[in-house]
């Protein structure tokens, strides 16, 4: 099994920034890739981010060179750094991990990007 834990979300304005960070415990040792998804009500949960244990990333369309995810392995954590926000980026952000046989999900953390 393998908990985790979202934290950094909030309100911030247009044009700010947040990092976002999720901690990962339990069964940590099977743990692969990992990332971040988001989702508004009515719509589909979407890729924002995701990075290999070995520190490869792939990135959704939207971001557009906008978002960094990275990754500390020794510490089982991964983060986003979200710069230049937009209202559209307004969602719950989902953090995820995966093993080689199971996909974990965190609770999420709401991200509100208004004036």
């Known amino acids: 099994q393998v908990q985790l834990v979202e934290s950094g979300g909030g309100l911030v304005q247009p044009g700010g920034s947040l990092r976002l960070s999720c901690v990962a415990s339990?069964?940590?040792?099977?743990?692969?890739?990992m990332g971040w998804y988001r989702q508004t009500p009515g719509n589909q949960r979407e890729l924002v981010a995701t990075i290999t244990r070995g520190g490869g990333t792939n990135y959704g369309g939207f971001v557009k060179g906008r978002f960094t995810i990275s990754r500390d392995n020794a510490k089982n954590t991964v983060y986003l750094q979200m710069n230049t926000l937009k209202p559209e980026d307004t969602a719950v952000y989902y953090c995820?991990?995966?093993?080689?046989?199971?996909?974990?999900w965190g609770k999420g953390t709401l991200v509100t990007v208004s004036s």
């Open positions: 339990g069964n940590i040792f099977r743990l692969n890739t």
């Open positions: 995820n991990a995966d093993t080689y046989d199971i996909r974990y």
